[in-house]
């Protein structure tokens, strides 16, 4: 079985039980006490890094949980010290949904390193690498190693050649590894064969791939990539896997068990990690955090390139407009507002701009409104659209506004010591500062209830 590999290099894992797994099944409510009692034996597997912060947690902890995100990071670090530390990071827009300027790039970087973080993955929604720099320079600067991500997605502007040169320029840029982001598990297993086996022939760094099994190929995906040569995929443990998250981790360690590729993770640990997040799951079922929706394969993403999380946002439109039975309709019209827009891959914040610019056309007309967030889009002022954008739309849309074409953070003024004035009276600490800059509407009543003795600590004392 060793030729059909093309190398004998053991493949890593990365874990995504503490971050993207119940993100994708959970609507990211898992709690730190949740993960706590499982931290020990996680520590002990020989991940190559486990993902839990960025992403939607910091906003969920605070909105959802009452937990300061900060803390979260800080009690992880001190229990899985054996074991490299990632986050997600939306370039520019770090953990928010607009663009901030430099010095609050520079300034989260260095404290997400210092609280604990190893590995950034820095993506672009647009993949404009200039929404990248200042986060990937930031990174390096303070220690931390920078995975730089590509949005995969599938259109007549996004080909093989396209990722690869995007990925050639992301090296000289200093990104430690590369990584293909396929958010909505686009990437079939024959073209990830062949992208793969493209990227280890033109850059040197390790090529990691992170997918989830929506449409029900992610296991498959895996494998042949591990065939190609792949150097690190994202996993997540059986209890929280599959559907709209990763492939399961215990089922890709026994198929590679005994190959060239065979991971030398051990069952037995996976095992018992996987045990205590059984519990963990079906606490949330009950709950009814998580739906029997989030756990089926659903190929119609195939179609429409619509990411699990995305379907949701565009269910929850429709049931308040009492429009459920559209869903079809805003399915179709999906791919349709994608051309228009010059094929922006459907990640957050495009795909949320994208959906609800198909909802709104379903159920007012096609372009008879457009939402502040489309304009912007269209402006310019979330970077640079892959494709040829229908200018019809666009003079429609934004009129005779001028469309940005230089790098947007280059409009924005340095912003970080107006927010810590704005913030004085609230923000304790830097971190305070960051959460508040990000998320004005949740971060300043977080913190008055967290210092008024309403949100209750979690330390890792009793940890076994």
């Known amino acids: 079985m060793s030729e059909l590999f093309s190398t004998n290099n053991k493949l ?19 709690r730190l006490e949740d993960m706590l009692p499982a931290c020990e034996v996680l520590d002990s597997i020989g991940y190559w890094s486990i993902e839990c912060w960025g992403g939607a947690t910091f906003d969920s902890c605070m909105r959802f949980l009452n937990e300061d995100p900060w803390e979260r990071l800080r009690t992880l670090r001190k229990a899985l010290p054996n074991t490299k530390l990632q986050m997600l990071l939306r370039g520019q827009n770090l ?14 970087c260095a404290k997400s390193i210092e609280n604990g973080i190893d590995i950034v993955r820095i993506f672009d929604a647009l993949n404009d690498i200039r929404n990248m720099e200042a986060s990937i320079r930031a990174v390096k600067k303070y220690g931390g190693m920078v995975e730089a991500a590509m949005s995969y997605t599938t259109s007549p502007v996004h080909n093989e050649d396209y990722f690869v040169n995007k990925a050639v320029i992301l090296e000289q840029m200093g990104a430690d590894t590369i990584c293909i982001k396929d958010m909505a598990n686009l990437l079939l297993p024959a073209d ?22 929506t449409t029900g190929t992610g296991s498959m995906v895996y494998l042949m990539a591990a065939m190609a040569g792949v150097d690190i995929v994202d996993c997540a443990l059986s209890p929280f896997a599959n559907g709209t998250s990763q492939p399961a981790t215990e089922s890709l360690v026994a198929t590679l068990r005994g190959t060239v590729r065979d991971t030398g ?26 739906s029997s929706k989030v756990l089926r394969v659903d190929p119609n993403t195939l179609l429409y390139q619509v990411p699990g999380g995305m ?3 565009l269910l929850s439109q ?3 407009a009492n429009a459920e039975d559209r869903m079809e309709e805003v399915l179709q019209e999906v791919p349709r507002v994608r051309e228009d827009f010059g094929y922006p891959p459907l990640v957050t914040p495009t795909s949320q701009i994208v959906g609800s610019q198909a909802v709104f056309n379903v159920l007012m007309g096609r372009y008879k409104t457009f939402t502040k967030e489309s304009k912007g889009l269209l ?8 494709g040829v954008v229908n200018e019809e739309i666009r003079n429609q849309a934004i009129g ?18 107006t927010i810590k004035k704005q913030y004085k009276d609230i923000a304790k600490s830097e971190e305070d500062v960051l959460s508040c800059a990000m998320f004005p509407q949740v971060a300043p009543e977080f913190i008055r209830k967290r210092d008024g003795g309403d949100v209750k600590e979690i330390t890792v004392d009793w940890i076994r």
């Open 12 to 30: 890593q894992i990365t874990d995504t039980i503490l971050r993207d797994a119940h993100q994708s099944q959970a609507a990211t409510r898992m």
């Open 95 to 108: 953990l928010g949904y607009r663009h901030y300027a430099d010095d609050m790039v520079e300034a989260f």
């Open 192 to 213: 990830a064969y062949s992208l793969v086996k493209k990227l280890k022939e033109k850059v040197s760094i390790p090529i990691h791939l992170h997918t989830h099994n």
């Open 265 to 290: 993770l051990d069952l037995g640990k996976l095992n018992e990690a996987a045990i205590h997040f059984k519990g963990v799951a079906a606490k949330m079922e009950s709950a009814g955090t998580i």
């Open 311 to 313: 379907l949701s946002n």
């Open 318 to 320: 429709l049931k308040q």
């Open 379 to 386: 402006r310019g002022e979330y970077g640079e659209l892959p």
């Open 400 to 417: 005779s506004d001028e469309v940005i074409t230089c790098r947007p953070a280059d409009l924005l003024k340095p912003e970080l010591e």
